[in-house]
């Protein structure tokens, strides 16, 4: 018998947005890791993809917001896209102001630049708390385990 990981979706995603973000899909993954450290088990991280931030605040992201304080993750991940204008990243750029120090992990947030991400925003996001570690690796510890994070950027 093999190790089955065990998947709900708490919330289905709409699967198309115009003009506002009205919700994110909730999917919840719990996957059995042969030989994990004892001190690891139970280590709850979130992963947060395409963000797609304009110049405009939707609810939705209140919801996020709330849903990331509930969690009470040990760790944060976020993978690119966090600004949707490729061209012109300062109106997503504010509401990354007003999202990303809002969101909190117990080791913190780390994350990758996606396709739409222009380097300009970089200096942005690390100064917001997220360590970005874009084509490079970091080690976390946990309870004298340790957890290797590698980031490939889109």
């Given at each position: 018998?093999?190790?089955?990981?065990e998947v709900t979706r708490d919330r289905?995603?709409?699967?198309?947005?115009?003009?506002?973000?009205?919700?994110f899909e909730w999917t919840r993954v719990r996957a059995p890791v042969p030989g994990l450290a004892r001190e690891l088990e139970g280590f709850r991280f979130i992963h947060l993809?395409?963000?797609h931030l304009r110049s405009y605040w939707s609810r939705g992201y209140n919801d996020l917001i709330d849903a990331v304080?509930?969690?009470?993750?040990d760790l944060l991940l976020i993978t690119g896209d966090f600004i949707d204008n490729k061209h012109d990243f300062r109106g997503g750029?504010?509401?990354?102001?007003?999202?990303?120090?809002?969101?909190?992990s117990r080791l913190g947030m780390y994350g990758i630049l996606g396709n739409h991400d222009v380097d300009l925003v970089?200096?942005?996001i690390r100064s917001m708390g997220v360590n970005l570690i874009n084509g490079g690796r970091v080690v976390l510890g946990s309870g004298?385990?340790?957890?290797?994070?590698i980031g490939f950027p889109g």
């Open positions: 018998m093999g190790l089955v990981a289905r995603g709409p699967s198309f947005m115009f003009r506002g973000v009205v919700g993809s395409d963000l304080e509930r969690s009470a993750a750029l504010r509401q990354l102001e007003r999202l990303l120090p809002r969101l909190k970089q200096p942005y004298g385990s340790k957890l290797e994070l």
